[in-house]
């Protein structure tokens, strides 16, 4: 039972568009939503967070929103730069401070 | 500031060999710890984490166990590896605090052969 998805596996977009990943919950528990950045052969880099208190939160480039009635957050990249193309992950934290992680959105920024 | 070392980056094991992954942090104190694989086209799960020394929970059933020796060394190990243990294993480390980030090391890719 997958409680964080991320229903898109792959997203390929052109530079200086906006990139726009999703991710979707199923415990309503969650209270802390993080995304990170991964490159291949290396651990995933902390990216931006929100705090379940919250519907928005920006940083730079990074916007991360917050549905928490559609149990559904996303994050936007813009404007996206050929730099950007990693894989991200979505991960939602819960009382117990465990991170539950989906599995991922391969994105692609075409030059 | 503080880091997170794990080692080795790369390792080649025949089936039905030990394993042992080391992660040390530095620049903190009492961290909780996580080690999570990654398989081949699949998210991140979470295989153990620690609340403090000699504190483990187990989050999936598996062939591989953890121990926490000291407050900063986290060590994932085997005593037979198993062709499906390979994967990309990564640990991590959060603060105390209620709304702090992980982070992660570099991970080491297994390869059982």
């Known amino acids: 039972d997958q409680q964080v998805k991320q229903n898109s596996p792959s997203l390929s977009v052109q530079e200086g568009r906006i990139s726009i990943l999703n991710c979707d919950y199923t415990n309503s528990m969650f209270d802390y939503f993080l995304w990170y950045k991964k490159y291949p052969a290396e651990g995933p880099t902390f990216l931006i967070s929100?705090?379940?208190?919250?519907d928005k939160n920006e940083d730079g480039r990074f916007t991360v929103f917050l549905n928490k009635s559609a149990k559904h957050l996303s994050l936007h990249i813009v404007p996206s730069q050929p730099g950007d193309s990693a894989v991200y992950f979505c991960?939602?934290?819960?009382?117990?401070?465990?991170?539950?992680f989906g599995s991922g959105t391969q994105l692609t920024v075409l030059p | 500031s503080q880091t997170i070392h794990q080692w080795p980056a790369t390792l080649v094991q025949p089936v039905g060999s030990p394993l042992s992954l080391e992660c040390t942090v530095e620049g903190t104190s009492n961290p909780n710890l996580y080690w999570y694989r990654q398989a081949a086209g699949r998210g991140l799960q979470l295989l153990f984490y620690s609340v403090g020394i000699g504190q483990i929970s187990s989050e999936v059933p598996q062939n591989l166990s953890a121990s926490r020796p000291q407050d900063r060394q986290f060590i994932l190990s085997s005593k037979k590896l198993l062709l499906s243990d390979s994967g990309f294993y990564l640990c991590?480390?959060?603060?105390?605090?209620?709304?702090?980030?992980?982070?992660f090391g570099q991970g080491t890719r297994l390869t059982v052969v």
């Open positions: 991590a480390w959060t603060g105390q605090g209620v709304m702090t980030e992980a982070f």
């Open positions: 929100i705090s379940s208190i919250k």
């Open positions: 991960a939602a934290r819960d009382w117990s401070r465990q991170l539950t």
